[in-house]
Nanobody, 126 residues
Framework: QVQLVESGGGLVQPGGSMRLSCAAS??????????LAWFRQAPGKEREGLCL???????YYADSVKGRFTVSRDNAKNTVYLQMNSLKPEDTAVYYC??????????????????WGQGTQVTVSS
């Protein structure tokens, strides 16, 4: 089964930047066949979709992170990245990467994704 492992989280000051990575292994298909996404979940809140990078090269960003976060992928390394800039305290959460094989259905909900990482904590505080 596909395995995803996030890394790069930690403590950062408001206005700072941080880059998260998510490495995949045991793939059924080539890495470029997967749509990749980032979600986050703060205590007491539902899991929130942040962005996705589809197998067709189309990217989507939620309004809460548009203009501040950038998703990218390196298919040769089976890795997806989340570059986070201008971080705010309300960005504090556990961040998860997720993957699903190509489908003509646009994946937007957590239940649309087949594979998940274990999560990495991001804390934005002075």
């Amino acid at each position: 089964q596909v395995q995803l492992v996030e890394s790069g989280g930690g403590l950062v000051q408001p206005g700072g930047s941080m880059r998260l990575s998510c490495a995949a292994s045991d793939l059924t298909y080539g890495y470029d066949y997967y749509t990749l996404a980032w979600f986050r979940q703060a205590p007491g809140k539902e899991r929130e979709g942040l962005c996705l990078d589809s197998s067709l090269g189309i990217k989507y960003y939620a309004d809460s992170v548009k203009g501040r976060f950038t998703v990218s992928r390196d298919n040769a390394k089976n890795t997806v990245y989340l570059q986070m800039n201008s971080l705010k305290p309300e960005d504090t959460a556990v961040y998860y990467c997720a993957a699903v094989p190509y489908s003509t259905t646009w994946p937007t909900k957590p239940s649309d994704y087949d594979y998940w990482g274990q999560g990495t904590q991001v804390t934005v505080s002075s």
